[in-house]
C-alpha cells in the first residue's frame, strides 16, 4: 500500500519542518511548499490525499488557495486543513472554504490525531 501524499503550504522553515518531520514518522509522504507558486506547481503534477495550508503567506493567502481548490472538480476532493496563529475556528467556517482548522502553535498528538481523520 502506497503512502498517502501531504502537501504542506508553509512559508516558515522552520514549521514547514517539523511539521513534515512529525507526518513522515506517521508514514505519510509529505512534500513541502514555501509558496503558492510551488504549490500550485506541485498540484499540476500529482494530487495530495491531504493540504495544509498556512494562511498568510508570502504570495497570496491559503483560504483563497482552500476555496480555488474547492471550485476546482480536479482538486475539490481533497482533504484541507487550514493552520494559523492569527485565524479563529469561526473565520475559517465563514470563509466558505471548508476546511478543518488547527491554531498554531498546536499540540503534536492532537494535529496527528486531526491529520490521521483526513487521510
Known sequence: MSKKLVYVLEDD??????????????GYEVNGCPTVAAFNQMILQRLPDIAILDIMLPDGNGLDICRQLRMDERTSVINIIMMSANTT???????GCGA?????PFNIDHFVARVNRYA
Open 89 to 95: 475556528q469561526n473565520e475559517i467556517k465563514g470563509s
Open 13 to 26: 522553515a522552520d514549521i514547514s519542518e517539523v511539521v513534515s518531520y512529525i507526518l513522515s514518522e506517521e
Open 100 to 104: 478543518e482548522f488547527i491554531a498554531k
